[in-house]
């Protein structure tokens, strides 16, 4: 038998960890959808646009869930026949519309990005160091998948303009974010921050680089 084919056992056992965390966010979306009367793509879409005021395409709507275009387009009518969403068109494009939320969905969509869920009172159980490693692991494993074309792309303080790697070494926080003109830690990094303005692919490498190195 070739063993070199054999699975990382570590590897299996991180994937099925996070299959299993996965089974549980799952079951707390369906709960808070369900109290707020939407699915739990209607809930998602929500979430989403809560955080991007100036809207998004439907198609990059459906790509960030993972969605097909045509089950999208009804998600957005049934959200729009709530009151909660609407589509203009695109000022940068003629055929194109953009779905924004409307002020009663952007609460909405707010009360549910920040749900208590499950995983987050198991993940408030960690050390402070356990949380920020986790952190740190999770902005590798996201840059890893955006680059692979697995996800779109992803507001990363590591693909921003703003971000300094390492830029005060030996500091509790060694990072800098040069939009707010502060030095941040680990435990700072953001997965999707509204101010992200994306570095040009050159600089996006070398930061990483320098990130991770």
Known sequence: MDHALDPDPVL????????????????????????????????????????????LRPKEIAA???????SMADTLSALERKALL???????DARAVIARLTDGGRELGRRLASATSQ??????????DEQADLLLA???????????GAIPLQRLCVTCRHFRPHAHPGETNPHHCAFVNAAIGDRDLRLDCGEHEAADPAVQAATWTAFTG
Not at 32 to 53: D, I, K, M, Y
């Open 12 to 55: 299996t056992r991180l994937r099925e960890g996070f299959e299993r965390i996965a089974l549980v966010l799952r079951a707390d979306l369906w709960s808070a959808a369900g109290e707020a009367g939407l699915n739990p793509t209607q809930a998602q879409v929500l979430a989403l646009l809560a955080a991007r005021p100036t809207g």
């Open 64 to 70: 960030h869930l993972a969605v097909s275009a045509a």
């Open 86 to 92: 609407r589509r203009t068109p695109d000022p940068a």
């Open 119 to 128: 995983v987050t009172t198991a993940l408030a159980g960690l050390s402070a």
């Open 138 to 148: 999770q902005v590798k494993i996201i840059r890893t998948l955006q680059q692979a």
